[in-house]
């Protein structure tokens, strides 16, 4: 065994079944290791594409996910996707190969420092030498998983990669757990919530990913409490339910925030503000955080008390107790003419065939139990707010990182870690540019996912920032002409073109039941997002 051999072997203990990469001569003895000890290598047309597979595959499977690059440029396309988890907080493990060890630091073709590249994103970046190598990978596993999650690089120089070793594979430890909130500081959270009248709940990126959401259910459930999402939170609690109240600071969010700005007591439950700040929508309503670390709030925020600890702990701690003990004034009828409201703003009467029109087919074609992956831009914000999600890590987006690029490749992760589950990946025309090169990486793979481009012939959501900073339209145009028809094929991949909701919840649903992927070009009216995206 060499020690690449060991690594993968390492790897796999862990539940890692495959990594996303790009490869060249350095990578080559890692990648023949991977064959060996049975981790697929999955081929990606682009490095960044491989760290937002493999941020994916951290969220869906509970093991980090993996994905590999060489030296130099490949690192820094790579960082891109690494940034993705760092911001998201997704468990990865990113290996760079590099030159041997004996060439560091010369001015070498390709070579750069990579721990200096990695540092500010990821929870460490850790050089792997000989006779450390079990060690080095083990920690860096347990350091993925623990909260709060995220990546860890590491550097493989092809020398050491190559080298024998008698060393054994490590066995994992279990990740560092964070210690409990104390019982005090809970006690009083439980009575601030029993005492307010109108309370609201926002829940947020670090209950996404708790294993099991059922406490965060019954605290819910418990108190009586109206619900809000952040963006990638959403489906932690089924979106019918009727303490729901739907997705704050997207498309229509003025109306949100005079919801959230109506309660007097803001409860954020596992609520990070790397997705959105409390300063930007809670004006001088208090607050209550529970969450696995203390706030991040400006001096305007009224932080009443905070509990921190491990956030499973505390929901479960919460959840106890009878319902029904709070002094909530909350109706059900108030709640439904809330979400009823907040659905119709979000679809503006419009002839023309609109984005939101499109989101709407899509969601009728999906079966309630599918996946969404979808990208950033102006679709982004009315996806987030008009999209209903039923389940837990059905809808996956970047929020924390934000990048665009994101959707095809998350699609693609998905679909390979959840195979058993529909997937639709639903993406704007300026993301689509950016990724179309993983139509042929989903081709190979041989998976079934229906690409939907949202094909408004702008970068939309800058055009909208255009508008409304009375600036000329300059610089975001995707293209000028029209046409009836797309492309045959992409890649080989069959490419149809629909210009109604009709038409696009049938090509979905064909396309669901093909033996591979389907691009499907929606052109849309998208002039509605300039009245939506930020009221």
């Not at 093909?514 to 002039?527: F, K, L, Q, R, Y």
């Amino acid at each position: 065994m060499n020690n690449a051999d060991l690594i993968v072997a390492t790897l796999k203990s862990a539940g890692i079944r495959r990594g996303f990469g790009i490869p060249s001569g350095n990578v080559l003895p890692l990648m023949e290791a991977m064959r060996r000890g049975g981790v697929e290598f999955v081929l990606t047309a682009h490095e960044g594409s491989a760290g937002f597979a493999a941020d994916v595959t951290g969220r869906l499977t509970g093991a980090p996910g993996l994905c590999i690059a060489t030296l130099g440029p490949g690192a820094t396309n790579l960082a891109t996707g690494i940034g993705d988890a760092w911001l998201d907080r997704s468990p990865l493990i990113a290996i760079t190969c590099n030159l041997n060890s004996d060439q560091f630091g010369r001015r070498l073709q390709m070579w750069i420092d990579h721990h200096a590249l990695f540092k500010p994103i990821t929870k460490a970046t850790l050089p792997l030498r000989k006779g450390a190598i079990g060690e080095t990978v083990a920690h860096a596993i347990r350091l993925a998983l623990s909260e709060p999650q995220g990546p860890v690089h590491l550097d493989l120089p092809e020398d050491v990669a190559l080298a024998a070793t008698n060393e054994p594979v490590p066995a994992l430890a279990t990740p560092t757990g964070l210690a409990p909130a104390a019982d005090g500081a809970l006690d009083r959270a439980a009575e601030l919530i029993a005492g307010a009248r109108r309370p609201i709940a926002v829940i947020g990126a670090s209950a996404m990913r708790l294993a099991d959401p059922a406490p965060l259910r019954r605290v819910i459930e418990r108190f009586n409490l109206p619900f809000a999402t952040t963006t990638m939170a959403k489906g932690l609690i089924d979106e019918e339910h009727p303490l729901s109240l739907g997705c704050i600071e997207r498309a229509c969010r003025q109306m949100q925030r005079r919801m959230l700005r109506s309660a007097d007591l803001i409860v954020g439950l596992g609520y990070d503000t790397v997705e959105v700040e409390y300063e930007a929508w809670i004006d001088d309503v208090p607050l209550l955080q529970i969450d696995i670390e203390a706030v991040d709030v400006a001096p305007s925020v009224k932080l009443v008390h905070q509990a921190t600890g491990d956030l499973r702990s505390s929901l479960a701690r919460l959840a106890i107790g009878n319902g029904g003990q709070n002094e909530s004034v909350w109706t059900a009828g108030e709640l439904a003419d809330h979400r009823r409201a907040f659905a119709a703003a979000l679809r503006p009467a419009n002839a023309a065939f609109t984005a939101h029109a499109a989101i709407d087919a899509v969601r009728r074609a999906l079966p309630r139990e599918g996946m969404l992956a979808f990208d950033v831009g102006a679709h982004t914000h009315q996806i987030a707010s008009q999209w209903p999600a039923f389940s837990p890590r059905t809808f996956l987006i970047t929020n924390g990182w934000s990048s665009m690029g994101f959707g095809l490749p998350a699609a693609i992760a998905a679909k390979l870690s959840r195979p058993d589950l529909p997937v639709v990946c639903l993406i704007g025309d300026g993301c689509f540019q950016m990724t179309c090169g993983e139509v042929a990486t989903a081709k190979r793979l041989g998976i079934t996912l229906p690409i939907v481009v949202l094909d408004d012939k702008w970068l939309a959501l800058i055009k909208v920032k255009q508008i409304r900073r009375q600036l000329p339209l300059y610089g975001t145009a995707l293209q000028e002409e029209d046409y009836r028809e797309p492309p045959a094929h992409y890649f080989g991949v069959p490419a149809r073109g629909v210009r109604s909701a009709a038409a696009l919840e049938q090509a979905v649903t064909t396309a669901l039941g093909a033996g591979g992927p389907t691009v499907i070009e929606a052109t849309i009216d998208s002039e509605h997002y300039v009245d939506t995206v930020y009221d």
